[in-house]
T-cell receptor
Framework: EAQVTQNPRYLITVTGKKLTVTCSQN?????MSWYRQDPGLGLRQIYY???????DKGDVPEGYKVSRKEKRNFPLILESPSPNQTSLYFC??????????????FGPGTRLTVL | GESVGLHLPTLSVQEGDNSIINCAYS??????FIWYKQESGKGPQFIID?????DKRQGQRVTVLLNKTVKHLSLQIAATQPGDSAVYFC???????????????FGSGTQLTVLP
């Protein structure tokens, strides 16, 4: 089944404890992206990647890192999480590198709470 | 700054009626628009899209209308069903620059509730 998977789905952690949220897609998509969703703010893009070893900042990149060593994986890294990073996170992918002319497929989401 | 917004945060309709969800955008350079549906506990799911060279596009029970003059987008759902209850997002897709990646900018969403 074609899908985007994220792990973990739920995570409660403490301030400053490094964490990684994994994202994997099995559709051979070029473009991958991370979003956070907060009440009243919709989805905001954190980072995106047009291809392996090519990543760039979205609208809200502060406090996050990403890597794209393999085409199928795009982990989101929080080196020192803070409470304002408590949010619902979505990974998405789309076929074309531009990420613009075809639809993006979203993962199921990761709910992160930073205490 | 540029933004994509929705006129109403909530919308309640009777089962069987038609639903209309509206969206305003401000970036005149946007040339591709998408509607997503997000059910509780799930990620956004693609519904329908439209390019700026079109005014209307129809899918199964859904129609998207684009008015570039007033920068307005709407999603019409015919014969609304209980399974249509969800949050609906419009998104605009613009290129940062020629040949580069494009950014998907979402509105804040409208909660559609279908009443029995």
């Amino acid at each position: 089944e074609a899908q985007v998977t994220q792990n973990p789905r739920y995570l409660i952690t403490v301030t400053g404890k490094k964490l990684t949220v994994t994202c994997s897609q099995n559709m051979n998509h070029e473009y991958m992206s991370w979003y956070r969703q907060d009440p009243g703010l919709g989805l905001r893009q954190i980072y995106y990647s047009m291809n392996v070893e090519v990543t760039d900042k979205g609208d809200v990149p502060e406090g996050y890192k990403v890597s794209r060593k393999e085409k199928r994986n795009f982990p989101l890294i929080l080196e020192s999480p803070s409470p304002n990073q408590t949010s619902l996170y979505f990974c998405a992918s789309s076929l074309l590198a531009s990420g613009g002319t075809d639809t993006q497929y979203f993962g199921p989401g990761t709910r992160l709470t930073v205490l | 700054g540029e933004s994509v917004g929705l006129h109403l945060p909530t919308l309640s309709v009777q089962e069987g009626d038609n639903s209309i969800i509206n969206c305003a955008y401000s970036n005149s350079a946007s040339d591709y628009f998408i509607w997503y549906k997000q059910e509780s506990g799930k990620g956004p799911q693609f519904i329908i899209d439209i390019r700026s060279n079109m005014d209307k596009r129809q899918g199964q029970r859904v129609t998207v209308l684009l008015n570039k003059t007033v920068k307005h987008l709407s999603l019409q759902i015919a014969a609304t069903q209980p399974g249509d209850s969800a949050v609906y997002f419009c998104a605009e897709n613009i290129a940062f620059s020629s040949g580069s990646a494009r950014q998907l900018t979402f509105g804040s969403g409208t909660q559609l509730t279908v009443l029995p």
